[in-house]
RNA sequence: GUGGCUAUAGCUCAGCAGGCAGAGCACCAGAUUGUGGAUCUGGGUGUCGCGGGUUCAAAUCCCGCUAGCCACCCCA
Protein backbone atom coordinates (compact mmCIF):
# COMPACT_ATOMS: atom_id res chain seq x y z
CA UNK A 1 0.00 0.00 0.00
CA UNK A 2 1.28 3.53 -1.36
CA UNK A 3 1.41 6.15 1.59
CA UNK A 4 -0.50 8.94 0.79
CA UNK A 5 1.19 11.92 -0.26
CA UNK A 6 0.54 14.36 3.09
CA UNK A 7 -1.50 17.56 2.39
CA UNK A 8 0.52 20.13 2.42
CA UNK A 9 -0.60 24.25 2.38
CA UNK A 10 -2.18 25.90 -0.56
CA UNK A 11 0.25 27.47 -2.66
CA UNK A 12 1.34 31.08 -1.83
CA UNK A 13 0.28 31.15 1.60
CA UNK A 14 2.01 29.94 4.90
CA UNK A 15 1.39 29.28 8.36
CA UNK A 16 2.55 32.03 11.19
CA UNK A 17 4.08 29.69 13.95
CA UNK A 18 4.36 30.68 17.54
CA UNK A 19 7.81 31.71 16.72
CA UNK A 20 6.88 34.22 14.75
CA UNK A 21 3.59 35.62 16.45
CA UNK A 22 5.42 38.06 18.44
CA UNK A 23 7.16 39.52 15.76
CA UNK A 24 3.21 39.84 14.34
CA UNK A 25 1.92 41.17 17.73
CA UNK A 26 4.97 43.70 17.46
CA UNK A 27 3.87 44.99 13.80
CA UNK A 28 -0.01 44.81 14.80
CA UNK A 29 0.36 46.18 18.27
CA UNK A 30 2.72 49.32 16.50
CA UNK A 31 -0.56 49.62 14.00
CA UNK A 32 -2.99 49.87 16.55
CA UNK A 33 -0.74 52.26 19.56
CA UNK A 34 -0.18 54.70 16.47
CA UNK A 35 -3.43 54.53 15.00
CA UNK A 36 -5.08 55.07 18.18
CA UNK A 37 -2.85 58.12 19.29
CA UNK A 38 -3.71 59.89 16.16
CA UNK A 39 -7.58 59.05 17.08
CA UNK A 40 -8.30 56.47 14.34
CA UNK A 41 -11.19 53.93 15.50
CA UNK A 42 -10.81 50.01 14.62
CA UNK A 43 -12.90 48.53 12.10
CA UNK A 44 -13.48 45.27 10.37
CA UNK A 45 -15.26 44.25 7.19
CA UNK A 46 -16.07 40.50 5.88
CA UNK A 47 -12.94 39.26 3.74
CA UNK A 48 -15.54 38.37 1.49
CA UNK A 49 -17.58 41.29 -0.68
CA UNK A 50 -19.99 41.18 -3.59
CA UNK A 51 -17.51 40.78 -7.10
CA UNK A 52 -19.38 43.79 -8.22
CA UNK A 53 -18.02 46.20 -5.80
CA UNK A 54 -14.64 44.85 -6.43
CA UNK A 55 -14.77 45.14 -10.20
CA UNK A 56 -16.41 48.56 -10.20
CA UNK A 57 -13.16 49.88 -8.51
CA UNK A 58 -10.68 48.29 -9.51
CA UNK A 59 -11.37 46.94 -12.95
CA UNK A 60 -7.98 47.98 -15.00
CA UNK A 61 -5.67 46.73 -11.85
CA UNK A 62 -4.20 43.54 -11.92
CA UNK A 63 -5.42 42.60 -8.82
CA UNK A 64 -9.06 42.69 -9.54
CA UNK A 65 -8.37 41.99 -13.25
CA UNK A 66 -6.40 38.80 -13.19
CA UNK A 67 -5.60 38.19 -9.63
CA UNK A 68 -8.98 37.64 -8.00
CA UNK A 69 -10.25 34.95 -5.88
CA UNK A 70 -13.96 34.41 -7.14
CA UNK A 71 -16.07 32.46 -5.06
CA UNK A 72 -18.32 29.72 -6.90
CA UNK A 73 -21.65 31.48 -7.04
CA UNK A 74 -24.12 30.20 -3.85
CA UNK A 75 -27.32 31.46 -4.85
CA UNK A 76 -27.95 35.07 -6.33
CA UNK A 77 -25.02 36.62 -5.47
CA UNK A 78 -21.63 36.48 -7.07
CA UNK A 79 -18.54 36.56 -4.36
CA UNK A 80 -14.96 37.24 -4.17
CA UNK A 81 -12.23 37.53 -1.86
CA UNK A 82 -11.03 41.07 -0.96
CA UNK A 83 -7.96 41.84 -2.87
CA UNK A 84 -7.40 45.40 -0.81
CA UNK A 85 -9.37 46.87 1.82
CA UNK A 86 -10.70 50.46 1.00
CA UNK A 87 -13.58 49.68 -1.09
CA UNK A 88 -15.38 47.66 1.98
CA UNK A 89 -14.15 50.12 3.83
CA UNK A 90 -15.76 53.00 2.53
CA UNK A 91 -18.88 50.80 1.62
CA UNK A 92 -19.20 49.96 5.54
CA UNK A 93 -19.19 54.42 6.35
CA UNK A 94 -22.14 54.43 4.43
CA UNK A 95 -23.87 51.67 5.36
CA UNK A 96 -23.19 51.72 8.73
CA UNK A 97 -24.09 55.40 8.98
CA UNK A 98 -20.66 56.02 9.86
CA UNK A 99 -21.07 59.39 7.14
CA UNK A 100 -24.33 60.35 9.44
CA UNK A 101 -21.34 60.95 12.61
CA UNK A 102 -18.77 63.38 12.59
CA UNK A 103 -16.75 63.95 9.97
CA UNK A 104 -14.46 62.97 8.97
CA UNK A 105 -14.49 59.31 10.02
CA UNK A 106 -10.87 57.80 10.87
CA UNK A 107 -10.70 54.42 10.49
CA UNK A 108 -8.03 51.63 10.71
CA UNK A 109 -7.86 48.00 9.76
CA UNK A 110 -5.93 44.94 10.55
CA UNK A 111 -6.71 42.14 8.43
CA UNK A 112 -5.90 39.62 5.38
CA UNK A 113 -6.26 39.93 1.65
CA UNK A 114 -5.86 37.67 -1.13
CA UNK A 115 -4.71 38.23 -4.51
CA UNK A 116 -3.78 35.10 -6.73
CA UNK A 117 -0.02 36.19 -7.84
CA UNK A 118 2.73 34.35 -8.41
CA UNK A 119 4.22 33.72 -4.89
CA UNK A 120 7.24 35.33 -4.16
CA UNK A 121 9.52 36.26 -1.32
CA UNK A 122 7.49 39.28 0.11
CA UNK A 123 4.35 38.75 -2.11
CA UNK A 124 1.78 36.20 -1.16
CA UNK A 125 -1.75 34.77 -2.08
CA UNK A 126 -2.94 35.42 1.81
CA UNK A 127 -0.79 38.87 3.24
CA UNK A 128 -1.84 41.23 5.85
CA UNK A 129 -2.96 44.95 5.50
CA UNK A 130 -2.72 47.46 8.56
CA UNK A 131 -5.40 50.02 6.72
CA UNK A 132 -5.80 53.75 7.46
CA UNK A 133 -8.56 55.53 6.12
CA UNK A 134 -10.23 59.31 6.58
CA UNK A 135 -13.24 59.14 5.35
CA UNK A 136 -15.67 62.49 4.65
CA UNK A 137 -12.38 65.39 4.69
CA UNK A 138 -10.44 66.94 2.01
CA UNK A 139 -8.87 68.90 3.38
CA UNK A 140 -4.98 68.60 3.06
CA UNK A 141 -4.39 68.22 6.38
CA UNK A 142 -5.46 64.85 5.92
CA UNK A 143 -3.43 63.71 3.47
CA UNK A 144 -0.34 65.10 5.47
CA UNK A 145 -1.93 62.88 8.49
CA UNK A 146 -1.93 59.78 7.00
CA UNK A 147 1.22 60.00 5.77
CA UNK A 148 3.10 61.05 9.21
CA UNK A 149 0.66 57.95 10.50
CA UNK A 150 2.18 55.33 8.06
CA UNK A 151 5.57 56.69 9.07
CA UNK A 152 4.69 56.62 12.54
CA UNK A 153 4.07 53.47 12.58
CA UNK A 154 7.29 51.62 10.55
CA UNK A 155 9.18 53.70 13.13
CA UNK A 156 7.05 52.40 16.06
CA UNK A 157 8.29 48.84 15.00
CA UNK A 158 12.06 49.52 14.32
CA UNK A 159 11.98 50.39 10.79
CA UNK A 160 13.86 53.72 10.41
CA UNK A 161 15.90 53.75 7.18
CA UNK A 162 13.11 54.98 4.93
CA UNK A 163 11.78 56.92 1.38
CA UNK A 164 8.81 58.25 0.60
CA UNK A 165 8.14 59.02 -2.51
CA UNK A 166 5.32 61.71 -3.57
CA UNK A 167 3.33 62.77 -6.13
CA UNK A 168 0.15 64.25 -7.32
CA UNK A 169 -1.95 63.08 -9.95
CA UNK A 170 -4.28 65.65 -9.97
CA UNK A 171 -8.19 65.57 -10.73
CA UNK A 172 -10.94 65.08 -12.91
CA UNK A 173 -11.05 69.02 -13.78
CA UNK A 174 -7.01 69.08 -14.78
CA UNK A 175 -6.03 65.15 -15.51
CA UNK A 176 -8.45 64.85 -18.87
CA UNK A 177 -5.76 67.84 -20.34
CA UNK A 178 -2.86 66.63 -18.74
CA UNK A 179 -3.33 63.14 -20.08
CA UNK A 180 -3.95 64.76 -23.85
CA UNK A 181 -0.62 65.86 -23.65
CA UNK A 182 1.11 62.95 -22.31
CA UNK A 183 -0.46 61.04 -25.36
CA UNK A 184 1.00 63.40 -27.42
CA UNK A 185 3.83 62.88 -26.45
CA UNK A 186 3.88 59.35 -26.49
CA UNK A 187 2.29 58.99 -29.77
CA UNK A 188 5.03 59.40 -31.91
CA UNK A 189 7.41 57.24 -30.07
CA UNK A 190 4.60 54.08 -29.65
CA UNK A 191 6.68 51.86 -32.40
CA UNK A 192 9.79 51.84 -29.54
CA UNK A 193 7.54 50.78 -26.80
CA UNK A 194 7.29 47.86 -25.00
CA UNK A 195 3.72 45.99 -26.46
CA UNK A 196 2.26 46.00 -22.52
CA UNK A 197 3.11 49.79 -23.41
CA UNK A 198 1.83 50.39 -26.77
CA UNK A 199 -1.51 48.99 -25.13
CA UNK A 200 -1.39 51.58 -22.24
CA UNK A 201 -0.70 54.06 -23.96
CA UNK A 202 -4.26 54.09 -25.72
CA UNK A 203 -6.15 52.69 -22.55
CA UNK A 204 -4.34 54.49 -19.56
CA UNK A 205 -1.45 56.60 -20.57
CA UNK A 206 -0.93 57.55 -17.02
CA UNK A 207 0.35 54.14 -16.20
CA UNK A 208 3.04 54.50 -18.99
CA UNK A 209 4.84 56.92 -16.43
CA UNK A 210 5.51 54.15 -13.98
CA UNK A 211 6.34 51.32 -16.45
CA UNK A 212 9.55 49.48 -15.14
CA UNK A 213 10.41 47.82 -18.78
CA UNK A 214 13.64 48.37 -19.65
CA UNK A 215 12.68 49.46 -23.26
CA UNK A 216 10.29 52.35 -22.01
CA UNK A 217 13.11 54.13 -19.66
CA UNK A 218 14.84 56.69 -22.16
CA UNK A 219 11.78 57.58 -23.15
CA UNK A 220 9.81 59.21 -20.23
CA UNK A 221 12.38 61.81 -19.28
CA UNK A 222 11.23 64.17 -21.28
CA UNK A 223 7.98 63.47 -21.05
CA UNK A 224 5.79 66.27 -19.33
CA UNK A 225 5.33 65.79 -15.51
CA UNK A 226 1.46 66.08 -14.03
CA UNK A 227 2.62 68.40 -11.15
CA UNK A 228 3.00 71.03 -14.10
CA UNK A 229 0.19 70.88 -15.48
CA UNK A 230 -2.13 70.99 -11.83
CA UNK A 231 -5.48 73.28 -12.17
CA UNK A 232 -5.33 76.08 -9.58
CA UNK A 233 -6.73 74.05 -6.83
CA UNK A 234 -4.77 70.87 -7.27
CA UNK A 235 -1.89 72.91 -7.22
CA UNK A 236 -2.81 74.46 -4.13
CA UNK A 237 -3.20 71.21 -2.33
CA UNK A 238 0.15 69.84 -3.45
CA UNK A 239 1.46 72.87 -2.27
CA UNK A 240 -0.09 72.21 1.15
CA UNK A 241 0.85 68.95 1.55
CA UNK A 242 3.89 69.62 1.31
CA UNK A 243 4.37 72.30 3.49
CA UNK A 244 2.69 70.35 5.85
CA UNK A 245 5.64 67.68 5.34
CA UNK A 246 8.21 70.31 5.83
CA UNK A 247 7.00 71.35 9.20
CA UNK A 248 6.78 68.25 10.08
CA UNK A 249 10.16 67.36 9.21
CA UNK A 250 9.19 64.32 7.24
CA UNK A 251 11.21 64.06 4.12
CA UNK A 252 10.24 62.80 0.89
CA UNK A 253 11.17 62.86 -2.84
CA UNK A 254 9.13 64.27 -5.79
CA UNK A 255 8.62 61.28 -8.05
CA UNK A 256 6.85 62.61 -10.92
CA UNK A 257 6.25 58.81 -12.20
CA UNK A 258 4.59 57.70 -9.21
CA UNK A 259 0.93 57.12 -10.31
CA UNK A 260 -2.60 55.54 -9.79
CA UNK A 261 -3.85 53.83 -12.33
CA UNK A 262 -7.49 54.64 -11.36
CA UNK A 263 -9.90 57.21 -12.26
CA UNK A 264 -11.17 57.28 -8.89
CA UNK A 265 -7.57 58.19 -7.70
CA UNK A 266 -6.83 61.97 -6.76
CA UNK A 267 -4.25 64.84 -5.87
CA UNK A 268 -1.58 62.85 -3.75
CA UNK A 269 -0.27 59.39 -4.02
CA UNK A 270 2.69 57.89 -2.13
CA UNK A 271 5.03 55.23 -1.07
CA UNK A 272 7.37 54.30 1.43
CA UNK A 273 10.28 52.02 0.84
CA UNK A 274 13.21 50.33 3.15
CA UNK A 275 15.93 52.47 2.64
CA UNK A 276 18.71 50.28 0.99
CA UNK A 277 16.71 47.95 -0.91
CA UNK A 278 15.82 48.60 -4.49
CA UNK A 279 14.07 45.16 -5.08
CA UNK A 280 10.74 45.68 -7.16
CA UNK A 281 8.04 43.76 -4.48
CA UNK A 282 9.48 45.90 -1.02
CA UNK A 283 6.74 48.86 -1.12
CA UNK A 284 6.29 49.01 2.36
CA UNK A 285 3.21 51.06 2.49
CA UNK A 286 1.34 52.94 0.06
CA UNK A 287 -1.79 55.01 -0.32
CA UNK A 288 -2.79 58.49 -1.53
CA UNK A 289 -6.14 60.36 -2.13
CA UNK A 290 -9.68 58.89 -3.90
CA UNK A 291 -11.97 61.49 -4.09
CA UNK A 292 -13.95 59.63 -7.12
CA UNK A 293 -13.94 55.88 -5.00
CA UNK A 294 -17.38 56.45 -3.19
CA UNK A 295 -19.34 57.78 -6.16
CA UNK A 296 -18.08 54.84 -8.00
CA UNK A 297 -19.33 52.61 -5.22
CA UNK A 298 -22.65 54.27 -6.67
CA UNK A 299 -22.58 56.11 -3.06
CA UNK A 300 -22.40 59.67 -2.60
CA UNK A 301 -19.61 61.70 -3.68
CA UNK A 302 -17.25 61.66 -0.73
CA UNK A 303 -13.61 62.52 -0.08
CA UNK A 304 -11.33 60.21 1.36
CA UNK A 305 -7.60 59.81 1.78
CA UNK A 306 -5.28 56.82 3.05
CA UNK A 307 -2.83 53.99 2.87
CA UNK A 308 -2.35 50.08 2.99
CA UNK A 309 0.96 49.04 4.58
CA UNK A 310 1.99 45.51 4.21
CA UNK A 311 2.47 43.85 7.31
CA UNK A 312 4.25 40.75 5.88
CA UNK A 313 6.68 42.72 4.75
CA UNK A 314 7.35 45.20 7.47
CA UNK A 315 7.68 41.84 9.70
CA UNK A 316 10.11 40.51 7.61
CA UNK A 317 12.19 43.55 8.16
CA UNK A 318 12.14 43.05 11.65
CA UNK A 319 12.79 39.76 11.98
CA UNK A 320 16.12 40.16 9.55
CA UNK A 321 16.94 42.67 12.00
CA UNK A 322 17.38 39.71 14.23
CA UNK A 323 16.62 41.65 17.56
CA UNK A 324 14.09 38.56 18.33
CA UNK A 325 12.38 38.17 21.34
CA UNK A 326 13.15 35.34 23.53
CA UNK A 327 10.59 32.72 23.07
CA UNK A 328 8.63 32.46 26.14
CA UNK A 329 8.05 28.70 27.69
CA UNK A 330 4.92 27.44 26.94
CA UNK A 331 4.08 26.79 30.60
CA UNK A 332 5.70 28.05 34.20
CA UNK A 333 4.84 24.68 35.42
CA UNK A 334 5.48 21.12 34.32
CA UNK A 335 3.33 18.34 36.11
CA UNK A 336 5.51 15.07 36.19
CA UNK A 337 3.48 11.64 37.33
CA UNK A 338 6.12 8.87 37.50
CA UNK A 339 3.66 6.31 36.60
CA UNK A 340 0.52 5.97 35.38
CA UNK A 341 -2.14 8.20 37.45
CA UNK A 342 -3.54 10.82 35.02
CA UNK A 343 -6.61 11.91 37.54
CA UNK A 344 -4.00 13.33 40.29
CA UNK A 345 -2.05 14.59 37.76
CA UNK A 346 -4.69 16.68 36.47
CA UNK A 347 -5.56 17.37 39.81
CA UNK A 348 -2.99 18.95 41.09
CA UNK A 349 -2.49 20.89 37.40
CA UNK A 350 -5.84 22.39 38.02
CA UNK A 351 -4.52 23.93 41.80
CA UNK A 352 -1.15 24.82 40.19
CA UNK A 353 -2.98 27.17 37.09
CA UNK A 354 -4.45 29.42 39.69
CA UNK A 355 -1.25 30.95 39.84
CA UNK A 356 1.10 29.73 37.00
CA UNK A 357 0.25 28.32 33.70
CA UNK A 358 0.76 24.56 34.03
CA UNK A 359 1.19 21.50 31.67
CA UNK A 360 1.24 17.94 32.12
CA UNK A 361 3.66 15.42 30.82
CA UNK A 362 1.02 12.34 30.78
CA UNK A 363 3.80 10.68 28.68
CA UNK A 364 4.69 7.01 30.01
CA UNK A 365 8.66 7.85 29.53
CA UNK A 366 10.94 7.41 32.13
CA UNK A 367 11.35 9.90 34.77
CA UNK A 368 14.61 11.11 33.22
CA UNK A 369 13.09 11.42 29.78
CA UNK A 370 10.63 13.58 31.04
CA UNK A 371 13.15 15.94 33.03
CA UNK A 372 14.93 15.89 29.87
CA UNK A 373 11.81 17.21 28.40
CA UNK A 374 10.92 19.76 31.20
CA UNK A 375 14.29 21.07 31.13
CA UNK A 376 13.99 21.49 26.74
CA UNK A 377 10.59 23.64 27.47
CA UNK A 378 12.07 25.72 30.32
CA UNK A 379 10.26 25.68 32.27
CA UNK A 380 10.28 27.28 35.91
CA UNK A 381 9.24 24.26 38.32
CA UNK A 382 8.35 20.71 38.06
CA UNK A 383 5.77 19.44 40.06
CA UNK A 384 7.05 15.68 40.62
CA UNK A 385 4.33 12.89 42.24
CA UNK A 386 5.27 9.48 42.44
CA UNK A 387 2.87 7.39 43.54
CA UNK A 388 3.24 7.52 47.17
CA UNK A 389 2.84 10.91 46.64
CA UNK A 390 -0.29 10.67 44.70
CA UNK A 391 -1.77 8.76 47.59
CA UNK A 392 -1.43 11.14 50.45
CA UNK A 393 -1.92 14.26 48.25
CA UNK A 394 1.64 15.35 48.60
CA UNK A 395 4.01 16.82 45.81
CA UNK A 396 7.60 17.60 45.39
CA UNK A 397 8.56 20.62 43.24
CA UNK A 398 11.76 21.28 42.07
CA UNK A 399 13.16 24.77 41.16
CA UNK A 400 14.63 23.83 37.87
CA UNK A 401 17.22 26.85 38.19
CA UNK A 402 18.36 26.15 41.69
CA UNK A 403 17.84 22.62 41.40
CA UNK A 404 15.90 22.87 45.06
CA UNK A 405 13.29 20.15 45.48
CA UNK A 406 11.05 20.58 48.30
CA UNK A 407 8.12 18.09 49.14
CA UNK A 408 5.00 19.46 50.35
CA UNK A 409 0.96 18.93 50.82
CA UNK A 410 -0.96 19.93 47.41
CA UNK A 411 -2.76 22.78 48.85
CA UNK A 412 0.51 24.86 49.78
CA UNK A 413 1.36 24.61 46.06
CA UNK A 414 0.06 28.19 44.99
CA UNK A 415 1.82 29.41 47.76
CA UNK A 416 5.49 27.55 47.27
CA UNK A 417 4.91 28.74 43.17
CA UNK A 418 3.11 31.71 43.10
C1' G B 1 1.61 35.26 -16.91
C1' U B 2 7.44 34.77 -18.71
C1' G B 3 12.46 33.02 -17.68
C1' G B 4 16.34 30.73 -14.46
C1' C B 5 17.83 27.73 -10.11
C1' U B 6 16.35 24.02 -6.62
C1' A B 7 13.70 19.48 -4.33
C1' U B 8 17.89 13.31 -0.37
C1' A B 9 16.43 11.89 7.47
C1' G B 10 12.70 16.33 11.87
C1' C B 11 16.53 20.61 10.24
C1' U B 12 21.04 22.16 7.24
C1' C B 13 23.10 19.63 3.50
C1' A B 14 26.82 15.82 1.10
C1' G B 15 26.31 11.78 -2.42
C1' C B 16 25.48 12.81 -9.48
C1' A B 17 30.95 10.23 -15.28
C1' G B 18 24.38 4.80 -13.05
C1' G B 19 26.27 -0.31 -8.91
C1' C B 20 23.80 -1.97 -1.07
C1' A B 21 21.29 5.85 1.09
C1' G B 22 25.35 9.35 4.22
C1' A B 23 27.26 13.59 7.78
C1' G B 24 26.39 17.35 11.45
C1' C B 25 22.61 19.02 14.47
C1' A B 26 17.96 17.40 16.39
C1' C B 27 15.40 13.17 18.30
C1' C B 28 15.02 8.31 21.17
C1' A B 29 17.19 4.80 24.76
C1' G B 30 20.95 3.77 28.36
C1' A B 31 25.32 5.05 31.73
C1' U B 32 27.16 8.59 35.10
C1' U B 33 23.62 4.72 41.51
C1' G B 34 16.69 7.17 42.14
C1' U B 35 15.22 13.27 38.64
C1' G B 36 17.12 17.69 33.77
C1' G B 37 21.47 20.78 31.87
C1' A B 38 27.79 18.78 31.00
C1' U B 39 30.10 14.10 29.37
C1' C B 40 30.04 9.02 27.43
C1' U B 41 27.60 4.70 24.81
C1' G B 42 24.05 2.83 21.48
C1' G B 43 19.95 3.70 17.82
C1' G B 44 18.77 5.97 11.11
C1' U B 45 13.97 7.64 12.41
C1' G B 46 14.19 7.76 4.48
C1' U B 47 8.20 5.78 -0.99
C1' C B 48 15.94 10.24 -2.37
C1' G B 49 9.05 15.86 -4.16
C1' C B 50 5.27 13.12 -7.60
C1' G B 51 4.46 10.36 -12.34
C1' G B 52 6.51 8.20 -16.59
C1' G B 53 10.93 6.78 -19.78
C1' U B 54 16.10 4.78 -20.88
C1' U B 55 19.01 0.63 -18.50
C1' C B 56 20.74 -5.82 -16.24
C1' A B 57 20.72 -1.76 -12.59
C1' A B 58 18.35 5.25 -11.54
C1' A B 59 18.84 9.58 -5.72
C1' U B 60 22.20 10.02 -10.07
C1' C B 61 20.46 10.29 -17.24
C1' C B 62 15.69 12.02 -20.21
C1' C B 63 10.43 13.91 -20.28
C1' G B 64 6.09 15.70 -17.72
C1' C B 65 3.91 17.54 -13.16
C1' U B 66 3.93 19.84 -8.37
C1' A B 67 6.17 23.03 -4.83
C1' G B 68 9.97 26.59 -3.11
C1' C B 69 13.56 30.40 -4.23
C1' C B 70 15.39 34.36 -7.65
C1' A B 71 14.51 37.88 -11.65
C1' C B 72 10.66 40.16 -14.87
C1' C B 73 5.45 41.79 -14.79
C1' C B 74 2.68 43.58 -10.83
C1' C B 75 1.80 44.86 -6.11
C1' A B 76 1.37 45.25 0.36
Redesign the pocket.
Known amino acids: M?????I??A???RDILPATIPLWRQAEQGAADVARRFGYQEIATPIIEQLELIQRVGED???VA??LYRLDKRGSQELALRP?ATAGVVRAYFEGGLNQGPQPSRLYLIGP?F?H?????????Q?F?FNVEVIGGASSGFDAEVIELALGWLNEVGVQDLRLELNSIGDGKCRPAYLGRLTEYYRPLKSSLHA?SQLRLERNPL?LL?????QDQPFKAGAPKITDYLCDECAAHWAAVRRLLDAAGIEYQHNPYLVR?LDYYTRTVF??YPGGAS????????GGRYDGLAEAEGWPSTPGVGF???L??VVELIAAKGDQAAVKPAADVLVLP?GDFAVEAAEVARICRSVRSTAVDYEP?????K??????LGVKF?V?LTPEDAARRSA?V??????E?TELEWVELPTRLA
Open positions: PRAQPKARGVTDAKEEMRDKPQKGRYRFQDRDSKVAGEFGQQDALASAGGDRDKSLAAMRSANKVLRRDMASGQ
